[in-house]
Each structure stands twice: as C-alpha cells, then as structure tokens.
C-alpha cells in the first residue's frame, strides 16, 4: 500500500495564506502609509473634473513621497466616486473616513456634494479640502470648528472679480446678467448683486436660461433693450456656448466677462470663433509646455500630448497645491489626527505651490487660500486657454 | 420692434421643432393610442447618428443623415416591439413607464459611447446670420419650419394617396375591421413607430448644428412636444402642428416681454388653463369611449 500525502484544500489553503504572511511581513515591518480621501464625480458628465484633480494628486503624492513622505510615512490616495450626487459623496465620505481611517478629505467639481460633506466633516473633526468646488457657502459654513477648507475660487470673490474687470476694463456701467436657472446661477446672482450694489451701481436685468435652451436670443434682445454694456455669464461649457451663438446671431458685440463655466475642453469647437471673445477667470493655466509640472504631467500620463489636453488646468493645479498643503499641515502637526491637523492649517507658511507660495494660507476667518488677487482673466485662442495679457 | 420681430424669429423656429416631434407622438397615438415617451431621445439619436456618420465616419451628409434617419426608424420598430406590444397584448398600461425607462436607458448608452463632452454638428447654415428687422436670422433657422410643414404636407400625402397609408388611416378607424380586411394591423402599428421616431430624429438633426450635440439633449424636447401634442389635441396632425406653433410663440414673446424667470410658470398654466376649457386640446375631437 502506497504511502499518501493527500494534498487537502485545507493545506493548500493554510500554505498559500502562509506564502501571503510572510510576503506580506516585510511591508507590515515599515510605516503604515497615511491615507487621504477622494471624493469627486469619477464618471459621467462630470468625469473629466475628477480626472483633473486625481492627476493633481497624484503629482503631488509623487513629489512628497519622493522626498519621504510625511511624518516618515507615505501618503496614500483612496479615491470614490461621487457621481455628482451630494448623497453618494456623503455616503462615500463616511465610509472613507469610518473604514479607510483617511487623515483628511479633498473634494470635487460639485457645490451640492461638497455641501453635503460639510456638516460630516466638522462634526467627524475631519479636515475636508476643497480644490474645485467655488460655492461661497462651502468654508463659510458657520460652523464653531471649521474644519473645510479650500484652494479654488470662490463665487463671492469670482463675480467681485468680475464686476471690477468690466468696470475697469470697458467702463460697463448697466451691466446685464445671463445665468444659468440653477443654484449655481442663483448664488452668482446674489453675489454679482453684492458687487454691482457696492458701487452704486444698477443692472440692465437678470435674465435665466436652462441649460438645453436652443435659442437665448430673446433673453439677450431684453438685456440689449434695457441698454447693457456688459455681460456677465454663469453657466458650463455647452449653454456657455449656446449664448455665445445667439450673440452672433444678433450681431452684437458686447464684452463678456464670465465664471469659469466655459473653460472645458471643446468650448470654441460649440461656441464657434465668437467664443473667443468671452473672458472668464482661472486659478491657474499653462502657458507652455516647458512648465515642469506639464513635464511631469506627460511623464506620468503619456495620454498627454498637448496643452489643449489638460483644459482646464485649473483642477489639476488646485488639486496639487492642495495636497502640497495638507502634507506640510499634516508634518507640522506631527500627528494625523483631525483637530492637531486643523491648527497645523493655520500655521503652515512658505509652502511653494503651483499657483504661488502661501504665506499663512488660512486662518480660522478665512479658509479659502486663494483670493481674488490669485484669479486669472483668459480667454480662448485656437482651442486652448490663454491669459489676457492687457 | 426689435424684440417683436426677434421674438417671432425665435418663436416660429423652436415653434417648428416642437411640432416636429410632437407630429411623431400624434402619429402613433391616433395609429393605436400610445406614445412612445422616448421621443426626446429619438431627437437625441438622430443629431448622434448623425454626427457620429457625418463627422467620425467621415460620410458626406446626403448619405449620413438618411442613414441616420434609417437608424431612428429601426430603433423605433424596436421600441414598438420591446416595449410597447409585450405590454399591449396584455392589456396592460405599463408601456407607459417602459417607454420612459427605454429613453434613459438609449440616453446612457449613449453616455457611456458617445462620450460626456457636448459636441458641435457643423453646418454652412449657421455660419452667417442674414440681418432682418435689427434682429439676427440664421438661414438654418428658416430650414426648420420650411422642413417641418413639407413633412407634414408629405405625411398627409402618405396617407391619402398611398395604399399604406390608408391602410394606416383604415387601422386609425377601425383596427378590428381593418384586421378583418386583410390589412396587416402590427405591421401598420410597428410602422407608425418607425415613422414617429423618424421624424424626431429630423427634428434632432435639423437642430444640432443651433444647439450642441449631447446625451440629455433630447430630454427637454420630448416633455415640450408631449405639452404640444396634448395641447393640439393629439388627434389632429394639422392641429398639432400648429399647437407647435402657438407654444414656440408663446414661449418667445414670455421671455422676451415678461422675462425668462416667468416662462414656464406662464407657458404652462396656459397649457393648464387651455386643458381645464378644451378637455381634448385645441384642434382635437372628443374620443368616443366604449364602455
């Protein structure tokens, strides 16, 4: 009778989870990395956003674990997918801070989602870092211990930044407002009002649009009638571009200055040549493409060929300046815990951005590091944004 | 002035569309009393076919667009046969709920290949505004309602000079006797579908080069024709037609005098308001209900 060793389920079990330790084993010795939480639209109309940030992180994660991370560990991204809904970005952002134990949050494109993150993040004492996302009430949540903080624009500055540049630039006096029928429109209507109203100033109307309107021309003829000067426009790419044709239909040359709204990839391919004449504000943009961080842009994502591949820059360049930020929070407080991470916020200085150097980038009166002397006015020319140069 | 002639500018164009894609729900309505809810879809599909063919496919457009439109139509059958007969033979009235599913279902699919990014459907209609009155026409503009009532004439021609077409009319009087009469009733049902979604898909192509090409882009139209067709009496193609006609004007002459804030809330407690006086719309007969 032969002598067996029968090679059980349980054995080949017990030796392939023994295979797994020991592998594993070297890994467990070092650091355990610290996480930090996406929570962004990773899929539909939104995706490109989170495509955006996600390489802004990850740039910025390569240069911080380049240099050996941070409290000697290296930082991590765990990303979820918000699908522009506010009830799956608060749902995933539980879950990354229940489970994934994450040190801090970054958020998306979407205003609803963020401020559905808010109240959880100050109340789980979680920093929660936006990068896109410009709704005033974002960081001016009211609450006792603000832990959101943001490195983007924000609509209160945006339309002050707005008014003063048709003002200054073309003289507007009767400005007359085009805005998209959605909270965003409506939280630039009061802002724009803000602005108009602190210099005395009146508007020729405020007019809506939806935002798969064929035809704005009747809204346009209105303002022309009541004798604006200027438009200001607040809306995304596509109704952008649908404005944008109804002027040229109507042949009337008026300057616009608008949000950030048409700065996606392909407004001029919709808008025609007439969407050259919109100006709209950005953080950030490249303007060539020796620019390291393009460089390592291409690097890392070989997808990348040109500048007109990474419109808008804007998201990327947030994003990284963000991580750069909460990295240097996260040394200084030398724990990853939320309320010593908070107080770090407020005491980092000289950490060196992609946008420029903060020098005390928050504090607990204002958590937004970027002001409206960081905007941009640009425009687009042949496809791709460009800075105004007067 | 200006704002009068703009607003009739703007109205009589979108007033088009909406007759266009209204004409589809008539047509399968007085065929054999449903609709197919994903009509603003069809819309959509017929601008994506169309640029997908025309522009990625590089085809010149006399042979993209018909193709396009073959492709509405079969989608139609589709729909027809998918959604609409598995619920009718049963008597049921769920049709009405998968017609609306089947819309967001073709709208993600769409999504998911066609992509996120709104595109633009060029056309040398669009590039130059004629200047009329101080108000600004795109010659595209002036296409839609020129298209739209030859339509309409060449539906009305279908049906009473072709041997098709009356069967159809036959199958709208009466389907038991037309059945009874060696007229192949499903076949005239199926047909009325592929004949309903092609118009939209018209409708579709003759807007895109005005609006982007997109996914959701079909959406606002297909609530819109479905206000028109109620409102033109669903029975009348004619009427219907014209109920486009009304709304696209009303439409226009409440935002440019009153303002884009009251469109809606005017635009459609007039709708309401027309309903609660003429139960069965403008231009529509009152449907004998055997009981």
Redesign the interface.
């Known amino acids: 009778m032969p002598l067996r060793f029968p090679l059980s389920r349980r054995t080949l079990l017990a030796g392939a989870a023994a295979i797994t330790f020991a592998t594993t084993l070297p890994a467990q010795a070092q650091e355990d990395p610290v996480k930090i939480g996406l929570v962004a639209a990773l899929s539909g109309q939104s995706a490109k956003s989170g495509e955006a940030i996600t390489r802004g992180i990850t740039l910025a994660l390569d240069k911080i674990n380049g240099e050996g991370g941070v409290l000697g560990r290296p930082l991590e991204l765990v990303s979820r997918d918000d699908e522009s809904n506010p009830g799956k970005g608060l749902i995933a952002a539980r879950e990354l801070v229940q489970r994934e134990e994450v040190a801090a949050l970054i958020g998306g494109l979407d205003t609803p989602v963020s401020l559905a993150i808010v109240p959880f993040a100050n109340e789980a004492q979680v920093p929660f870092i936006g990068p896109w996302a410009a709704g005033t009430p974002i960081t001016k949540n009211g609450a006792e211990q603000n832990y959101v903080f943001r490195v983007s624009a924000v609509d209160e500055f945006v339309d002050e930044a707005i008014t003063e540049y048709l003002v200054s630039e073309y003289g507007a006096q009767k400005p007359g407002m085009i805005l998209i029928n959605n909270p965003w429109g409506e939280s630039n209507e009061k802002g724009l009002m803000m602005a108009l109203e602190k210099r005395g100033m009146e508007h020729a109307g405020v007019e809506k649009f939806e935002s798969n309107d064929v035809d704005v021309v009747p809204q346009l003829t209105r303002l022309r009638e009541n004798g604006a000067d200027g438009l200001f426009l607040v809306a995304n790419v596509a109704p952008s571009a649908q404005v944008v044709k109804s002027l040229d239909r109507m042949g009337w040359d008026v300057p616009i200055a608008s949000h950030w709204g048409p700065a996606g990839g392909r407004f001029t391919e919709l808008a025609g040549p007439g969407g050259e004449k919109v100006h709209f504000i950005q953080t950030f943009l490249f303007t060539d493409t020796a620019h390291p961080l393009f460089v390592k842009l291409q690097e890392m994502f070989p997808e990348i060929e040109t500048l007109a591949d990474v419109t808008p820059a804007t998201g990327i360049a947030n994003a990284y300046d963000a991580t750069l930020l909460l990295a240097a929070a996260i040394e200084k407080a030398g724990s990853t815990e939320g309320p010593a991470i908070r107080q770090a916020m407020y005491e980092i200085s000289g950490v060196e951005g992609v946008i420029k150097t903060y020098d005390t980038p928050f504090t607990p009166e204002d958590q937004d590091a970027l002001g409206p002397e960081d905007y941009v006015f640009s425009q687009f020319v042949d496809g791709q944004i460009v800075p105004l140069t007067d | 002035m ?2 009068f002639i ?2 009739l ?2 109205g009589i ?2 007033g088009a ?1 909406y007759g266009l894609v209204a004409l589809g729900f008539q047509i399968t309505y007085s065929v054999c009393s449903r609709v197919n809810f994903a009509q603003g879809s069809m819309v959509m599909l017929g601008a994506v076919l169309g640029y997908v063919l025309s522009e990625r496919a590089g085809l010149p457009v006399i042979v993209a667009y018909p193709l396009a439109l073959a492709g509405c139509a079969l989608m139609g059958i589709v729909v027809e046969f998918c959604l609409i007969r598995p619920f009718a033979m049963r008597n049921s009235d769920a049709w009405l709920m998968a017609t609306v599913a089947g819309g967001i279902l073709l709208d993600n699919v769409v ?1 998911f290949t066609f992509g ?5 459907l060029p056309s040398p209609l ?1 590039e130059t ?1 004629w ?1 009329i009155f101080g ?4 010659p595209q503009q002036i296409l839609i309602p020129v298209v739209a009532i030859g339509l309409a004439f060449a539906l009305q021609l279908l049906f009473r000079r072709t041997r098709q077409g009356r069967a159809l009319l036959a199958v709208v009087q009466n389907p038991e006797a037309a059945r009874l009469m060696g007229i192949n009733t499903t076949a005239m049902i199926s047909g009325s579908f592929a004949l309903s979604s092609m118009l939209a898909g018209a409708a579709g192509l003759l ?1 895109a080069p ?3 090409v ?1 996914s ?2 079909g ?3 297909g609530i819109k024709a479905f206000a028109v067709a109620i409102l033109g009496g669903m029975t009348s193609a004619w009427g219907v037609m014209l109920a486009g006609f009304l709304y696209g004007l009303v439409e ?1 002459y409440v ?2 005098f009153l ?3 009251y469109t809606y809330v005017v635009v459609f407690g007039m709708l309401i308001a027309v309903l609660a006086v003429k139960p069965n719309g403008l231009f529509g007969t009152a449907a004998l209900r055997k009981v």
């Open positions: 200006t704002l703009a607003a500018v703007s164009g979108l569309m999504l996120n990014e709104p595109r633009s669009v505004s200047q108000t600004g026409v795109y807007i005005l609006l982007s997109h959701d882009m959406t606002l139209f226009a935002t440019t303002g884009s804030s």
